[in-house]
């Protein structure tokens, strides 16, 4: 069972810290490895069973946190202040940390159980989850390609966890809330592009004259 939980651990650190600088990856990286092998050294003398359970905890427990640090790290000051300003944004990040959380939880759960398909429909819904994060992230800079992202993460999401009625409930409210939102930004950012070219032609016109 340690296995299945080391092996789930090092795939999560390894997901959430991709495309980030080799040094920043690497320290992160780095500190689950060296948490690892001090569970590993236990688990050599008291055994695997009493050390699976703990460690396990420990990265359901860790997934908002991770996942909290990750969309910091890729968001901007302005991004974070424009989700987290409006009760529907609040309301969106923290059903997406909510979802994290149980997309972790049940894929340990179905791993111990030897239920290895459940285990990766929901390691699936986890990757989704990041996903979702990801495309709000995007969503500023790149509006089409975050809503994108969003709209794909939602469907996969919905269709893994259908079969709990508050889930696609809450997938609509967050579909929703993140395309107005890349709506906005798209249209901020047709704004900006034609204030640049109505300068060039008055400047134009006044050299002219």
């Known amino acids: 069972m340690f ?14 810290t991709a495309g980030l600088p080799a040094e920043e990856r690497d320290r992160r990286r780095g500190e689950i490895d060296s948490d ?5 050294r236990f688990a050599a003398t008291d055994g695997p069973g009493p050390i699976a359970r703990p460690v396990a905890a420990r990265f359901v427990r860790g997934v908002p946190a991770d996942v909290s640090w990750r969309i910091g790290r890729d968001m901007t000051a302005s991004m974070e202040e424009d989700v987290t300003a409006s009760w529907p944004g609040r309301l969106a990040v923290a059903g997406m940390l909510v979802l994290a959380v ?8 179905h791993a111990f159980g030897d239920h290895l398909g459940y285990a990766l429909m929901n390691v699936a819904s986890l990757i989704a989850t990041v996903v979702l994060f990801k495309g ?7 509006p089409r390609n975050g809503a994108v992202l969003i709209v794909v993460a939602c469907l996969v999401v919905g269709f893994i966890w259908v079969w709990i ?40 016109a006044g050299r002219v004259t």
């Open 36 to 40: 690892l092998y001090e569970h590993e």
């Open 165 to 204: 009625p508050f889930i696609p409930l809450l997938l609509l409210g967050v579909l929703v809330f993140g395309l107005v939102r890349a709506r906005r930004f798209a249209r901020e950012n047709r704004a900006a592009w034609r204030v640049p070219a109505a300068d060039r032609e008055d400047d134009s």
């Open 3 to 16: 296995v299945v939980v080391r092996t789930l651990g090092r795939a999560w650190v390894s997901f959430y």
């Open 136 to 142: 709000f992230a995007m969503s500023r800079q790149s």
């Open 102 to 109: 149980m997309s972790l939880y049940w894929a340990i759960a």
